[in-house]
């Protein structure tokens, strides 16, 4: 039983893909770098706090967890193009006014 839990640990950290281990917990992996390179500051949701690496956490935690690096890659990804959102704001002010 404890060979299984740490073959699956074990092909998680390698896959860095979420993998359901314990029923309500999964492996999410937080890059070293971000989309810029800078040294990722990690994830806080309430007083809880993960850095870089892979962390065991329940299924609400780990959906919260994916959705603020999918939020601060897009926002990265938007300082390296401006101009797309200037010119999505144009045509919102277009469409609207």
Known sequence: MAEAKQSATSAAVQ?????VVNEGSQYVTIPKKT???WDHPGVGINLKHWGPGT???????????????????????RILRPEV?????????DFIG
């Not at 896959?15 to 993998?19: G, I, L």
């Not at 609400?60 to 890659?73: D, K, M, P, S």
């Not at 959102?85 to 002010?93: G, N, Q, T």
């Open 15 to 19: 896959s860095q893909v979420p993998v």
């Open 55 to 77: 962390h065991l956490v329940s299924d609400a935690e780990a959906g919260e967890i994916n959705r603020i690096l999918e939020r601060h890659n897009s926002e990265q990804i």
């Open 85 to 93: 959102d200037r010119v999505a704001e144009a045509k919102s002010r």
């Open 35 to 37: 989309v810029l390179g």
